[in-house]
């Protein structure tokens, strides 16, 4: 399911959801009004697999209800307020294979860390391609 179309959609809305929660395996809340708050009521989500949270007013404070999840694979915060140390909460998620951190606090902190050991990938999306002798051509 997704609200990409639903960009008004905040805590208050989870209630049209809870009927259809166990049959829920992809969940698109980006770019919603959706707040720390609506962390509690995914623990009851024991289908899902993917969460996308992305440009949302996340900021992590409550993150540690996500480990909860049996299922949850993949995990997307970009451009949210998560730092470092709230994905580590996560690290107890047996099931969690990675978490998109893009453009927040924590893949500066990533970034400049060095090594991170978790159960998970961490995946910040800071890719640089190598210069290729072709790409200096002037036609």
């Known amino acids: 399911m997704t ?36 962390l509690d009521s995914l623990k009851g989500f024991s289908t899902l697999t993917v969460l996308k949270l992305n440009e949302t007013v996340i900021s992590g404070n409550s993150l540690e209800k996500l480990s909860q999840l049996p299922n949850l ?9 998560v730092n470092l140390a709230q994905i580590q909460q996560l690290a107890s998620n047996q099931s969690l294979e990675k978490v998109f951190i893009f453009d927040t606090p924590a893949s500066a902190e990533f970034l400049n860390s060095g090594k991170l050991s978790l159960p998970f990938l961490l995946e910040t999306g ?13 036609y």
């Open 126 to 138: 800071n890719y640089q391609l190598p210069k290729l002798p072709t790409d200096t051509i002037v």
């Open 73 to 81: 694979k993949l995990l997307y915060l970009n451009k949210t307020g």
């Open 3 to 38: 609200c990409i179309n639903l960009p008004e959609f905040q805590d208050s809305d989870w209630e049209k959801l809870a009927p259809v929660k166990n049959r829920i395996a992809y969940l698109d809340l980006s770019g919603t009004k959706v707040s720390d708050a609506i």
